[in-house]
């Protein structure tokens, strides 16, 4: 497992180009700090790109897709073929995440990493199925070594083809029926948290599906507890192919010094986990926007992440990462175009 691509070491961003960023900030035509947090992600862009003026994004938005065997639990409002009628909805652009890249300007590529059916080879997609499905996590161990492995590299040669092809910030996408109950799984193994305080209602499961969602979640944690599990153990465990392959996705961006926008529930869920494998991530993640999903809020503080927006949206896809895209944007675009007091002959503070 260490010679994985996505466990190799990540650099940190450069510190001395953030300070100059910052320095540059305070000497744009606004009261110092009045652009709020839009002068800090600013600052970061630069200090990943190691440019005191970053460049411009080329947003590049990966979809990972999967099957869950915890569906048959009872744990979605939605039946398992909708991940799969979803993927050809991907590929024919009709779906949230289709309109937001094309919004955007964001290349968008779509993942089957492991829809549990099999799809039509000439589907514009990338083929990459590790499995028909993980297995139900309630029960026994959702993934096995080999498909973490191997859902891990699915991510990160996704991570390479974006990157490869210009993106200088990656956003994943989740689409799996009933993905929320191994993403709180994950979210109570890795955090501690309590499962009354993470397991939400996902698609809009009622009450009763609510409650099997609890008793899925409990009964994976009792599986896993006391055995003092790996970081990645635990994430084959209690995971599942597309979270596995997004962890993998941030971790192999941050190791070529690409930084990723995370999005909600479930990206969030593989990003704890990606930070957990390799501690070093957790400098090269952006929080974009806090999902209604109970929990996310939490997840997003453990990983010392603040979100951009709270636009009460709870969809996954990337959707709510994509949303964020303009403001990055537009953050990036004041701090590389304002004038300074200097070349406006405007007089500075006292
Ligand atoms: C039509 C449709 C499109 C979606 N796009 C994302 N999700 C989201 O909902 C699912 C997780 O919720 P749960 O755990 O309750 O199944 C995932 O597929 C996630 O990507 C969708 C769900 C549906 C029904
Ligand atoms: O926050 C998310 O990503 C989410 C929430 C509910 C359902 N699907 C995704």
Redesign the pocket.
Known sequence: MDTLTPLLPILRPDLAVFDAARARQNQLTKPPGSLGVLEDVACRFAAWQRRVKPEALKPAITVFAADHGVAEDG????PQA??AE?VKNFAAGG??ICVLARANGARLEVVDVGVASELDPALPIVHAKVAKGSANLAREAALTEVQLTAALEAGAAAARRAIDAGAKLLVA?????????PSAALICAYTGLNIDVVVG?????DDAGLARKRVAVAAGLARVAGRNLSASQTLAELGGLEIAAIAGFYLEGARLGVPSLVDGF?ATAAALAACRINPGLADWLLASHVSQETGHALAIQALGLAPLVDLKMR???GSGAAVCLPLIAQAIALHNEMATFLEAGVSDGL
């Open positions: 744990v979605s409002a939605f909708v991940t979803m779906a949230a996408g989740d689409m799996g029926i009933a993905n929320t109950t209602r996902g698609t809009g499961v479930i969809l996954g896809e």
